[in-house]
């Protein structure tokens, strides 16, 4: 029976802390936290918690002249002590985890007190757990890692242990947010706002020793659901008045309850547009009534028709969210967060970075990504995100030199401040995240958010040396197979941009035309002279104006339009020339092999580390590399037949396409 995996907190990983004498000097729960950590620490590895005499380390949470930021700590060394200084718990923490990752460099040499600060003041994590078992979703919507940590048989876990684990494991990496329950809420699931409260605070009494509030999704519904209303419209002053008492009851309950996350209108979500209200009008009412609590309400921007008529070529999926929400700039109430996916589709492993970001500079934006893999290998194949997420956030919606995308988020642009937020990939599996590897992308969210100029390599480099310590030779093969992984997924899958291709309902392994005839607006309109959507404004569906320059002109233009997002604004023919000197059927062909023998040498690399890594990772990852090599020659063969038998063109190097 394999334990619980202790991910990137091994007892290992605390040996240059705990090896020596170590001061704490602060109160309060999360200080609390950190001298049960330093006592578990000098505990395994001999070191000591002392109150007097020589320390190697002291902790210190005091106020500090000038020093307004809770989460910020500054640490130095001077002479044989390093200092770690912060004026709230929370700081202390994250200061502490900040020696944890660093290791014996802490404590050699000689360094200057250095601030450190989050540059996201917001860093959540969504969870789209179910307290009943869908019958369709099952427990926890888009994951691949068992069930819920938090709830089981229908209620809240007795045992919350493995909560427990895993608000330790996010309070390390920076987390300060956490959304209990699926943004689809279900009718036990909406009673987490009423008579399942109670259960609620035992969450919440959970992640507050590690710095984390804890969020409820709601259901726009649910003045008529549970409070027995008419409606639900947020004009309705018995409306607003039942959103007040429900949401006072919840705070005298969790008095640091961070507020509501509300998917409306989206997906046969009720939302506003019944009676004949905008998005504004329906964030406000819950936002008023979080506001003398100091509560926010994330509101989702994924808003867009689901039953599209698939003939119709000037509908556009894309548009969707710009078209609701770009209008409402500057309707939203301060304590409103609109959290926006980072690509106007649904998190493809390629797209370009959605409009709205730079639509809306009067309202606070969270940018919203998917750390559970849902279109991107569902944790049964290696895909590192973190260089994704790192070049989304680098990108500049208005040139070069302009702010970037984690500027909006983090304030530092027009907007006020939101922050960032994905959707968590852990399970009740042993390993947490199903696939071992996956725990990278958790970990490298944290890190990524806490500081966005981060060198993904870095991070990845963070999180082996914590996990696998003391071996250079996994070090290097994880480098090796896990560093590209994400560019690898895309070669053998969805290519040049054009997204999709899955199953339809699990979005598992190929189906080219699985969405191409259906209501839900993912098309790639390959025919037998060419592929792709044209999103222009000369010809196509407009979405290209929905940005400001110079990336209007850049995707408006086949001759601007960078090469992997081509098929995302352009139907072009199969023997249009790429930058690269190949052609867009070659490069179909040609990435397709490459990225499976890619996956073929992953497999290899891992073989070697035999006996180097615990039995019962190498085994689990070893079962999965299996299956994404399986998946990935099912995903070349059918992409690259589809586009063959589609276009006639056969493939330069001769190879078998069947």
Same mark, same amino acid.
């Given at each position: 029976?394999?334990?619980?995996?202790?991910?990137?907190?091994?007892?290992?990983? *605390?040996?240059?802390?705990?090896?020596?004498?170590?001061?704490?000097?602060?109160?309060?729960?999360?200080?609390?936290?950190?001298?049960?950590?330093?006592?578990?620490?000098?505990?395994?590895?001999?070191?000591?918690?002392?109150?007097?005499?020589?320390?190697?380390?002291?902790?210190?949470?005091?106020?500090?002249?000038?020093?307004?930021?809770?989460?910020?700590?500054?640490?130095?060394?001077?002479?044989?002590?390093?200092?770690?200084?912060?004026?709230?718990?929370?700081?202390?923490?994250?200061?502490?985890? #900040?020696?944890?990752?660093?290791?014996?460099?802490?404590?050699?040499?000689?360094?200057?007190?250095?601030?450190?600060?989050?540059?996201?003041? $917001?860093?959540?994590?969504?969870?789209?757990?179910?307290?009943?078992?869908?019958?369709?979703?099952?427990?926890?919507?888009?994951?691949?890692?068992?069930?819920?940590?938090?709830?089981?048989?229908?209620?809240?876990?007795?045992?919350?242990?493995?909560?427990?684990?895993?608000?330790?494991?996010?309070?390390?990496?920076?987390?300060?947010?956490?959304?209990?329950?699926?943004?689809?809420?279900?009718?036990?699931?909406?009673?987490?706002?009423?008579?399942?409260?109670?259960?609620?605070?035992? =969450?919440?009494?959970?992640?507050?020793?590690?710095? $984390?509030?804890?969020?409820?999704?709601?259901? *726009?519904?649910?003045?008529?659901?549970?409070?027995?209303?008419?409606?639900?419209?947020?004009?309705?002053?018995?409306?607003?008045?039942?959103?007040?008492?429900t949401t006072a009851d919840v705070y005298a309950a969790?008095?640091?309850?961070?507020?509501?996350?509300?998917?409306?209108?989206?997906?046969?979500?009720?939302?506003?547009?019944?009676?004949?209200?905008? #998005?504004?009008?329906?964030?406000?009412?819950?936002?008023?009534?979080?506001?003398?609590?100091?509560?926010?309400?994330?509101?989702?921007?994924?808003?867009?028709?689901?039953?599209?008529?698939?003939?119709?070529?000037?509908?556009?999926?894309?548009?969707?969210?710009?078209?609701?929400?770009?209008?409402?700039?500057?309707?939203?109430?301060?304590?409103?967060?609109?959290?926006?996916?980072?690509?106007?589709?649904?998190?493809?492993?390629?797209?370009? =970075?959605?409009?709205? $970001?730079?639509?809306?500079?009067?309202?606070?934006?969270?940018?919203? *990504?998917?750390?559970? &893999?849902?279109?991107?290998? &569902?944790?049964?194949?290696?895909?590192?995100?973190?260089?994704?997420?790192r070049e989304m956030l680098d990108f500049a919606p208005?040139?070069?030199?302009?702010?970037?995308?984690?500027?909006?988020?983090?304030?530092?642009?027009?907007?006020?401040?939101?922050?960032?937020?994905?959707?968590?990939?852990?399970?009740?599996?042993? *390993?947490?995240?199903?696939?071992?590897?996956?725990?990278?992308?958790?970990?490298?969210?944290?890190? =990524?958010?806490?500081?966005?100029?981060?060198?993904?390599?870095?991070?990845?480099?963070?999180?082996?040396?914590?996990?696998?310590?003391?071996?250079?030779?996994?070090?290097?093969?994880?480098?090796?197979?896990?560093?590209?992984?994400?560019?690898?997924?895309?070669?053998?899958?969805?290519?040049?941009?054009?997204?999709?291709?899955?199953?339809?309902?699990? #979005?598992?392994?190929?189906?080219?035309?699985?969405?191409?005839?259906?209501?839900?607006?993912?098309?790639?309109?390959?025919?037998?002279?060419?592929?792709?959507?044209?999103?222009?404004?000369?010809?196509?569906?407009?979405?290209?104006?929905?940005?400001?320059?110079?990336?209007?002109?850049?995707?408006?233009?086949?001759?601007?339009?960078?090469?992997?997002?081509?098929?995302?604004?352009?139907?072009?023919?199969?023997?249009?020339?790429?930058?690269?000197?190949?052609?867009?059927? &070659?490069?179909?062909?040609?990435?397709?092999?490459?990225?499976?023998?890619?996956?073929?040498?992953?497999?290899?690399?891992?073989?070697?580390?035999?006996?180097?890594?615990?039995?019962?990772?190498?085994?689990?990852?070893?079962?999965?590399?299996?299956?994404?090599?399986?998946?990935?020659?099912?995903?070349?063969?059918?992409?690259?037949?589809?586009?063959?038998?589609?276009?006639?063109?056969?493939?330069? #190097?001769?190879?078998?396409?069947?």
């Open positions: 029976m394999i334990g619980v995996h202790p991910a990137w907190l091994p007892a290992s990983a *605390f040996r240059s802390v705990g090896s020596r004498r170590v001061r704490v000097i602060g109160d309060g729960p999360v200080v609390a936290t950190v001298r049960a950590e330093v006592e578990a620490a000098t505990a395994e590895h001999g070191g000591a918690l002392v109150d007097d005499g020589p320390a190697d380390l002291e902790l210190v949470c005091a106020p500090e002249d000038g020093e307004t930021d809770p989460e910020a700590f500054v640490a130095g060394r001077a002479g044989t002590t390093t200092v770690v200084r912060a004026i709230d718990g929370v700081g202390l923490l994250y200061g502490f985890h #900040h020696l944890v990752r660093q290791g014996e460099a802490a404590f050699t040499g000689e360094a200057l007190p250095r601030r450190h600060a989050p540059r996201q003041p $917001i860093r959540m994590l969504d969870h789209w757990d179910n307290v009943d078992v869908h019958p369709v979703m099952g427990q926890v919507e888009r994951g691949y890692a068992g069930g819920s940590i938090f709830y089981a048989d229908g209620a809240v876990r007795a045992d919350l242990s493995r909560a427990r684990a895993y608000a330790r494991l996010l309070g390390s990496i920076g987390v300060n947010r956490v959304g209990l329950n699926n943004v689809n809420v279900g009718r036990t699931e909406a009673r987490l706002l009423t008579d399942l409260l109670p259960d609620v605070a035992r =969450l919440a009494e959970v992640f507050r020793p590690h710095g $984390i509030k804890v969020h409820l999704s709601v259901s *726009f519904a649910a003045p008529i659901t549970l409070g027995g209303l008419p409606t639900a419209d947020p004009l309705d002053p018995a409306v607003r008045d039942w959103w007040a008492r969790i008095p640091d309850f961070g507020g509501y996350v509300v998917k409306a209108d989206s997906e046969g979500q009720p939302g506003p547009f019944a009676y004949g209200r905008d #998005h504004a009008d329906g964030a406000n009412a819950l936002a008023r009534a979080l506001a003398p609590f100091g509560g926010t309400v994330f509101w989702r921007a994924f808003v867009y028709d689901h039953r599209q008529d698939w003939r119709d070529r000037s509908t556009d999926r894309a548009r969707a969210a710009y078209d609701h929400f770009a209008p409402l700039d500057g309707a939203f109430d301060p304590n409103v967060v609109v959290q926006v996916k980072a690509g106007p589709l649904d998190f493809q492993v390629r797209e370009p =970075l959605s409009p709205v $970001i730079a639509a809306m500079p009067r309202t606070r934006l969270a940018v919203e *990504f998917q750390v559970t &893999q849902e279109y991107t290998g &569902q944790q049964k194949h290696v895909c590192h995100l973190v260089p994704q997420w208005w040139g070069e030199g302009e702010p970037t995308v984690a500027d909006v988020a983090a304030g530092r642009a027009a907007a006020p401040a939101g922050g960032v937020v994905a959707v968590s990939n852990v399970g009740d599996d042993p *390993f947490w995240t199903g696939h071992p590897l996956a725990q990278a992308n958790l970990f490298g969210f944290g890190r =990524l958010t806490w500081d966005e100029r981060l060198a993904p390599e870095a991070v990845l480099d963070e999180w082996i040396g914590l996990t696998f310590p003391g071996d250079p030779t996994v070090r290097e093969a994880l480098h090796e197979l896990m560093d590209g992984s994400w560019l690898t997924y895309e070669r053998y899958t969805t290519p040049l941009g054009v997204g999709f291709m899955v199953q339809p309902g699990h #979005h598992y392994g190929p189906s080219v035309d699985g969405y191409e005839y259906s209501p839900w607006g993912t098309y790639h309109f390959a025919d037998r002279d060419g592929v792709g959507v044209d999103r222009t404004c000369a010809t196509g569906t407009g979405y290209t104006g929905q940005y400001p320059p110079p990336w209007r002109d850049r995707y408006e233009s086949v001759g601007t339009c960078p090469d992997e997002l081509l098929l995302f604004f352009h139907h072009v023919p199969y023997d249009h020339v790429l930058r690269s000197g190949t052609t867009v059927i &070659q490069h179909i062909y040609d990435t397709h092999f490459a990225g499976h023998e890619e996956v073929r040498r992953m497999a290899a690399t891992w073989a070697r580390l035999e006996g180097r890594v615990p039995s019962e990772v190498f085994d689990r990852v070893t079962e999965l590399l299996a299956e994404q090599l399986r998946c990935a020659t099912e995903w070349r063969d059918q992409v690259n037949t589809y586009f063959w038998r589609k276009s006639g063109v056969p493939d330069a #190097h001769g190879r078998a396409i069947r």
